[in-house]
């Protein structure tokens, strides 16, 4: 069994940067892809990024393009989310997931194992 913790959410004001954390116990973290989805008041949980298992396969959901990095070091069994310049709109909770096969996917159910999430506000 894979357990997940996410770090570093916060209160931002708009055009800040936050790094989130997402460390992974057990040995087959470096075998498995990552993704991070949000979800805000009201809404659906949406996919935000997701990276294969040795970083060589990357997606971005359009929102987030060109601000949002995802990365990983599998040493450390953890997958980052640098986040910056941050919008109101970035608001939600973010939670970090896993999926027991090497490639990404923008798809929720397709991920086998979720964090408990951490909160991030954008204040403008």
């Known amino acids: 069994q894979v357990q997940l913790v996410e770090s570093g959410g916060g209160l931002v004001q708009a055009g800040g940067s936050l790094r989130l954390a997402c460390l992974a116990s057990?040995?087959?973290?470096?075998?498995?892809?990552a993704g991070w989805f949000r979800q805000a008041p009201g809404k659906e949980r949406e996919f935000v990024a997701a990276?294969?298992?040795?970083?060589?396969?990357?997606y971005y959901a359009d929102p987030v393009k060109g601000r949002f990095t995802i990365s990983r070091v599998n040493a450390k069994n953890t997958v980052y989310l640098q986040m910056n310049s941050l919008k109101p709109e970035d608001s939600a909770v973010y939670y970090c997931?896993?999926?027991?096969?090497?490639?990404?996917?923008?798809?929720?159910?397709?991920?086998?194992?979720w964090g408990q999430g951490t909160q991030v506000t954008v204040s403008s």
């Open positions: 057990g040995s087959a973290f470096s075998g498995y892809a």
């Open positions: 997931a896993l999926r027991k096969v090497a490639g990404p996917t923008r798809s929720a159910p397709r991920y086998d194992y």
């Open positions: 990276i294969s298992w040795n970083g060589g396969s990357i």
